[in-house]
C-alpha cells in the first residue's frame, strides 16, 4: 500500500514561454526551434523555450568573453559586486513562490520541498556575497631585503555552467553566486527539461545591475547547445553537475584546451546502521534519504548497510513507513514523493527493480510504477537481500528505490561501502564514539553524516571521492575555485646579476 495523492488537472494554466538571454538581450534562437517541457505530475505542456544551437552557445560564450575583456565587472570593487549578488538574493526571496511553483511543476518535486530549495538558494546567494569581499591573496615578506612576494587571486576568466534537472534553481545557485562572487563571467546551460527557473533568475540578475553579457543563459540539449561550451576556447573553466557519463565527457572535452573543471556527479550513498543506533531516528532518516525527491538525487540513502542482528526488524519497520509516504500531485502541499522526471527514467528505474528481483532480491515495499490517471510515478520501493555485487547495488538508480545489504563487523561495513566506484556521501549511525568516528575516517566520500542525514549549510564544502565528482562547492573556499594565481615577485635594490663583466 502506498497513500496516493491525486494530481488535479491543470485547468486554465497558461504556458510560459521563454527566450534565451544573451548579452543583455532577450532573444530567440538562430534557427528559432522550440522546446516544449511537459509536467511530470500532469502530462501537459507547461512551459516553451527557444531551443539554441551552436551557433547561439558561440554568441553566448562570445558575449561573456567580452564582458570579461572590456567590461566593468571583473573590475569593480568586492564591495559594489557584493551589494548586487545581496540585492539578487533579496529578488530571489522575494520572488520565491513563482519559482519554486517553476521547479515543481517543471521537474515534478513537491511544491513544499521547492520552497525549502528556494530558501536555501536565497542563502547561498547571500554567503557568496560576503565571501566576496573576503577574496584575498597572500604575501611574503619573509624572502629576505631584496624580495617581497604577493600572491594575486584573479578571477578565472568565462565560466561555462552546466546543471541538471533534478535541483534546478539550487543547483544554479550553487555554482553562479561564488562565480560572479569572484569577477567571472558566465554562459549557463540548463537541463531542457528544467530552464524556466533559471530564466527567471535571469530577469532577477538583470533587474539587480548585474551589466549585460555577464550571465548569459542558453536552453538546449547536451550534445547541441551544452557541449560547445565545454570545448570552446574562449571558455576557462567548465563547472558542471550531471551524470558521470557525461562528467567524464566533459572532462575529455574540456582537456583538449586544458581548461579547469569542477565536476558534481553522481552516488550511491551507504547509510551504515549498528545494533545501539537510535533506531527511531534511523527509520524516519532511512525513508526520508531514499524518497526525498522522489530518489532522484545524487546525496540520496540509496544502499543501507545494516547490522545482521537488527536487518529483518528494520527493514520490516522501513516498510510500513514507507506505506505511510504521500506519493503524488507535486502541487498538493501534503505530497512528500512526486513525479519521476520523464517516461523514460521511469521505464529505466522500473527496469534495475525487475532486474533485482530476478537476481535473488525481494521487494519488501512497493516495487512498482503508480497510475494516478496523469504524469508518471513510481512507488517507494525497498528491496531486501541485495548483494554488493548487484547492478541496484552499484549503480545509480536515481528513483524511490532503497536496497538494503547487511554486515557483521565493521570492517565489512567499511568493505561494503568503500567497493564501489562512487563516494559522494555517506552515514553512520551508532552511539558510540568510536564507532563514527572509526567510520568516518575510513569511508571514502566527501560527506560523513553521524546520526542524521543529507543535512547541510551553505559553510559546509559539498563534493565527492572517486567518480562523484573533482573539486568541491559551497564553504568558505568556494569563490576561491573561480580564481587564478598570479605570483607578483618583487626586486627590491641592487639585483645580482647573473652575467658579470670580467
Ligand atoms: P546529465 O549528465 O544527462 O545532464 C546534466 C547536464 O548536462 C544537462 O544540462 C544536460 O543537458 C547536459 N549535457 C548532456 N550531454 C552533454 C554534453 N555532451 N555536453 C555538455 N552538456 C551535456 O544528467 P541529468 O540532467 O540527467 O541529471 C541526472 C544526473 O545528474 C544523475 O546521474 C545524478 O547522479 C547527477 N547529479 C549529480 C549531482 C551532484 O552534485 N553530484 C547533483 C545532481 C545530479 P540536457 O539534459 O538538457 O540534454
New binding site residues.
Given amino acids: 500500500m502506498t497513500v496516493l495523492v491525486k494530481p488535479k488537472a491543470l485547468g486554465d494554466y497558461k504556458i510560459r514561454e521563454f527566450r534565451m538571454l544573451i548579452d543583455g538581450k532577450w532573444v530567440d534562437g538562430a534557427e528559432g526551434r522550440m522546446i516544449e517541457r511537459v509536467a511530470p505530475g500532469h502530462g501537459v505542456t507547461v512551459s516553451r523555450y527557444q531551443a539554441a544551437t551552436k551557433i547561439d552557445a558561440e554568441r553566448a560564450i562570445a558575449a561573456a568573453r567580452r564582458a570579461f575583456d572590456d567590461g566593468p565587472w571583473p573590475r569593480m570593487t568586492a564591495s559594489e559586486r557584493s551589494l548586487i549578488l545581496l540585492r539578487a538574493a533579496d529578488m530571489i526571496a522575494a520572488r520565491a513562490d513563482e519559482l519554486a511553483f517553476l521547479d515543481a511543476i517543471e521537474s515534478g518535486k513537491p511544491i513544499s520541498q521547492a520552497k525549502g530549495e528556494l530558501a536555501g538558494a536565497a542563502d547561498i546567494w547571500r554567503y557568496a556575497a560576503a565571501l566576496a569581499r573576503d577574496l584575498s591573496g597572500e604575501s611574503y615578506n619573509t624572502l629576505g631585503d631584496g624580495t617581497l612576494g604577493v600572491v594575486l587571486r584573479e578571477a578565472i576568466g568565462v565560466v561555462s555552467i ?6 534546478p534553481f539550487l ?1 544554479v545557485s550553487q555554482k553562479l553566486p561564488f562565480a560572479l562572487a569572484a569577477g567571472c563571467t558566465t554562459v549557463v ?5 528544467t530552464s524556466g527557473s533559471t530564466l527567471v533568475l535571469g530577469e532577477i540578475l538583470e533587474a539587480a545591475g548585474v551589466p549585460a553579457g555577464v550571465v548569459n543563459i542558453i536552453v ?4 547541441e547547445a ?2 560547445p ?2 570545448s570552446h576556447p574562449d571558455v576557462d573553466m567548465v563547472s ?8 567524464r ?2 572532462m575529455a ?1 574540456a582537456a583538449q584546451t586544458l581548461k579547469k573543471v569542477s565536476l ?4 550511491k550513498n551507504p547509510q551504515i546502521v549498528f545494533p545501539d543506533a537510535n533506531l527511531d531516528e534511523f527509520i524516519d532518516a532511512a525513508v526520508f534519504g531514499a524518497y526525498f525527491n522522489a530518489g532522484e538525487c ?1 546525496n540520496a540513502g540509496s544502499r543501507l548497510i545494516l547490522h545482521r542482528d537488527i536487518a529483518d526488524e528494520v527493514t520490516a519497520r522501513i516498510a510500513a513507513l514507507s506505506a505511510k509516504v504521500k506519493v503524488g500531485d507535486p502541487l498538493d502541499p501534503e505530497t512528500q514523493v512526486g513525479a519521476i522526471i520523464t517516461p523514460q527514467h521511469l521505464e529505466k528505474i522500473a527496469s534495475y527493480v525487475s532486474a533485482a528481483s530476478s537476481d535473488g532480491a525481494t521487494v519488501a515495499h512497493g516495487g512498482a510504477a503508480l497510475d494516478l490517471g496523469m504524469g508518471q510515478f513510481m512507488a517507494p520501493t525497498i528491496l531486501s537481500s541485495v548483494r554488493a555485487e548487484m547492478a541496484v547495488a552499484r549503480e ?1 538508480v ?1 528513483g524511490p528505490v532503497l536496497s538494503v545489504l547487511t554486515f557483521e563487523t565493521t570492517e565489512e561495513a567499511i568493505k561494503i561501502a568503500n567497493s564501489i566506484d562512487y563516494g ?1 556521501s555517506a552515514g553512520v549511525w551508532s552511539r558510540d564514539f568510536d564507532t563514527c568516528l572509526t567510520i568516518g575516517r575510513r569511508v571514502r566520500a566527501g560527506t560523513i553524516w553521524m546520526n542524521t542525514f543529507m543535512d547541510g549549510a551553505s559553510e559546509l564544502p559539498f563534493g ?1 571521492y572517486r567518480q ?2 573533482l573539486g568541491r562547492e559551497l564553504g568558505r573556499h568556494a569563490v576561491e575555485d573561480y580564481t587564478e594565481t598570479k605570483t607578483l615577485n618583487m626586486h627590491i635594490g641592487q639585483r645580482t646579476n647573473w652575467w658579470m663583466p670580467r
Fill in positions: 552546466i546543471t541538471p534537472w533534478n535541483f543547483i546551460k540548463p537541463s531542457e527539461l538546449g540539449t547536451g550534445p551544452g557541449a561550451l565545454t558542471f553537475t550531471g551524470s558521470t557519463g557525461v562528467g565527457l566533459t572535452n558534481e556527479l553522481g552516488g545524487c545509480e536515481f559522494l565527492g562523484s565528482g
